[in-house]
């Protein structure tokens, strides 16, 4: 009987410390879940010829249009300085006409002038101009996105993150290569 008693009172100081870490984990994803990002998305032009413009939304509305960037065969490609889209606001992919294109099959979105990961807490829309074309968003960072995030797309949604390049690990030999 000793002996159980011995391992139940071992038990406590275990318990008590998973049972914090479950606490502590949940009170930081609430406070991430918390914290929506206000919209911000920027062109970035300074690298390639992208032009991708950045159409922001009329008085009261919350649609930020994505217009431009460069087509090259089925592609169109985009590059952005910011990408965050806060919790109500769209950003949509537009042509520049305003008319359906459903002969692009990819467009490709890359983030290189934010130091941290996209926060997507509203809605990105790619089909209602593109309704044929996957999307691919990049970021060395990463995306986040929040518990109210949409993305309606009737094809795919890839996003792709990696670690900062002056992070990266050099590779590793392999024995059997």
């Not at 275990?14 to 870490?21: K, P, V």
């Not at 949940?26 to 032009?51: E, H, K, M, R, Y």
């Not at 983030?111 to 990049?138: C, E, H, K, R, W």
Request: glycine content about 10%.
């Amino acid at each position: 009987m000793k002996q159980q008693h011995a391992e139940h009172v071992r038990l406590i100081p275990y318990l008590a410390f998973r049972c914090s870490l479950v606490l502590l984990f949940a009170c930081l994803t609430s406070s991430v879940q918390a914290a929506s990002p206000s919209t911000s998305i920027t062109g970035n032009t300074v690298t390639g010829n992208f032009t991708t413009q950045i159409v922001p939304p009329p008085q009261g509305g919350k649609v930020y249009g994505i217009q431009g960037g460069q087509t090259v065969g089925t592609n169109l490609f985009h590059s952005f300085g910011q990408f965050n889209v806060g919790a109500g606001d769209t950003a949509q992919f537009q042509t520049s006409n305003l008319s359906q294109n459903a002969a692009i099959s990819n467009i490709l979105g890359r983030v290189n002038g934010q130091q941290s990961a996209s926060q997507i807490f509203g809605t990105i829309d790619s089909v209602t101009f593109y309704p044929s074309a996957n999307l691919f968003l990049m970021n060395p960072y990463g995306f986040l996105f929040g518990p109210v995030a949409v993305c309606p797309q009737h094809k795919h949604l890839w996003t792709v993150g990696a670690e900062p390049p002056s992070s990266v690990p050099a590779p590793e030999a392999s024995p059997n290569r």
